[in-house]
């Protein structure tokens, strides 16, 4: 089965969902994967992928607006897809910040999801408006500019850890 992929990032906010208050529904994901040592074998050190806002060099999650014609779980995975390249396997939401964007100084809902990336592509349409970077878990939160993103890592990095002391 070969998989297609639209090319172009959704634009514009004639889609754009709000909340009761007011307030831009955005959605983001935390990509991620485990380091591979020498022989391919997976190990338990995660790596997180970060990118590039659009208009700077600050870092961060891909995220973005959750339109009325898709559900919580396909903004993200869209997201994730435009902004940094990857598809993979949304699981479980880790959680809803509300915060006032520095951009435009008016309230924003937060959903943030890891995403369990499968698939890294070499062309996505963002590549030429974002650097990706993967990194680990301590680099991402010292270098990732909103601190309900760095909530979201910490919400994940402890569900995981939590996972795997349960299959030890």
């Not at 999650?61 to 959750?66: A, L, M, Q, V």
């Not at 990732?144 to 850890?161: F, G, N, P, S, Y």
Request: glycine share 8%.
């Amino acid at each position: 089965m070969r998989v297609m992929f639209c090319m172009a990032s959704r634009t514009g906010r004639e889609l754009q969902r709000y909340n009761s208050n007011g307030g831009r529904q955005v959605v983001g994901c935390i990509p991620y994967r485990y380091k591979e040592d020498i022989d391919g074998k997976i190990s338990n050190e995660m790596e997180v992928l970060v990118v590039s806002s659009q208009k700077g060099q600050a870092l961060m999650f891909p995220k973005g607006g959750w339109e009325l014609d898709e559900s919580v779980e396909e903004a993200a995975c869209r997201e994730s897809l435009e902004e940094a390249g990857v598809t993979g396997i949304i699981e479980h939401e880790l959680g809803q910040w509300n915060f006032i964007s520095k951009r435009h100084g008016t309230y924003y809902e937060g959903h943030m999801f890891p995403l369990l990336v499968k698939e890294q592509l070499d062309l996505w349409p963002e590549k030429n408006l974002r650097r990706r970077i993967w990194m680990n878990v301590d680099e991402a939160r010292e270098v990732c500019q909103h601190w309900w993103m760095k909530e979201a890592l910490d919400i994940l990095v402890e569900r995981l850890t939590s996972q795997q002391n349960r299959n030890i």
